[in-house]
């Protein structure tokens, strides 16, 4: 997958580990994540908010580990705004294709880029998106 990669002008800070927002703020700015294995993804303007990419690629559903699944989600933690207990989550689904093309993560990057230009927009995100193409769709659940 190609992608005209455009990165959000007003987002400052990628991939840290101690977040300039939770310091602005004056909480704890160290990341945590439920798989420190994974390489750090993360996004902040610096003032209003931060993502972070909670976890590595697992197949979707879960519940269909012995066969092989067509879609992988991408679990991220997100804080908007000056609230001190505003700590979200979003799920988006990606092709499982993805990993098999061995770019999993300069698309995961992609998608956190998208996820960036919503709190942006909106200060906040839906619970469950669908990746396809170039977009990110918000779906129901």
Known sequence: MQHALQTPQRVEYRNFNLCPHCELLGRDPLLVRMSEGTPMISRSDGKSFHIVLADRPLPYPAERQSARTSNL???FWYCSGDRKDAVRSS?????A?????????PEIEYVADLLSEKLLQRRELAVLYNFQGNFLHELSY
């Open 97 to 105: 294709e993805m990993s098999r093309e061995g770019k999993i993560y």
């Open 73 to 75: 989600s991408l679990y």
């Open 91 to 95: 799920l988006v689904l990606v092709p």
